[in-house]
């Protein structure tokens, strides 16, 4: 077997179900071995082969998503990321495409911690050396755009100051952590998305979830600004978009997606 996907490495293309995000294709560039070698590798893909149906997520909730749809955005999820019980997090559904269900964390990975607040760079690094067996990841702005109802908006369209509120009609002027968005429907209906931000209650977060101290202001998310390369994207806690420096660490944080199969999603 071992051969066989050293085969496909070969010839380019690593097709599905590798490991619990599986149902994509991956190019061999894409494929990277860090502090490992290129068998222990392969033992790790076969290990995590043929993995459609394993449970990794127990719904939880529908508070924040549609009751009648298991799969829709907002529906909270307690997930298995270590796949034997070890670590399990809370998690909404983000995105689905097709078989695929892409959640994100329910709070940010290190609250609580002694350190809270990470550049760009370094949130990327946290992530990447995750010891979890379901591969974790910064969210995609796409994602977070389309969940909010704002299906126009793209990243790859986007200049550093097309930032956008969660709130109707996405006008970049509707508010920022003034508070001017928090009585409006549709940042109170996104609110699971700047839940558990230092200050968000000013803006409509849910008021159990309001943090102080140390903790971040918002979160990282995977994009970098197309226009500016010193900028990247995140989640604030005045319920909207922004792009900040990437070697600026004084207020955000870490929050995963993880993206599995429905299959793995169970009840």
Known sequence: M????????IGGIICTSIGVYAAM????SEITYKNTTVDQALDDLYSLSNASGVRVCKYESNEYGNSNDHYSVGTEYICDVSLNGTIQKSFYVLNVSGETVTLIMKQNLTQGTNKTTYTWMEA???????????????????DIAMAVGNNSWKVENSLSDSWFCFG????QKCGSDSGT?????NTLKSRW???YLKGCVTSGCDSD????????????ARNSVLSSSNKAWLVRRGGQTYTYDITNNTYFGVRPVITVLKSNLYE
């Not at 294709?25 to 061999?28: D, E, I, L, T, V």
């Not at 968005?181 to 429907?185: E, F, I, M, P, R």
């Open 2 to 9: 071992k051969k066989y996907i050293i085969g496909f490495i």
């Open 209 to 220: 979830t309001n943090l102080s101290g140390s903790e971040a202001h918002g979160y990282w």
């Open 168 to 171: 109707t009609g996405y006008n």
């Open 124 to 142: 990327r690094n946290y992530v990447d050396n995750l010891n979890w067996n379901v591969r974790p990841d910064l969210p995609s702005i796409n």
């Open 181 to 185: 968005l928090k009585d409006d429907a």
């Open 25 to 28: 294709s991956y190019q061999a």
């Open 193 to 195: 998305l700047f839940n």
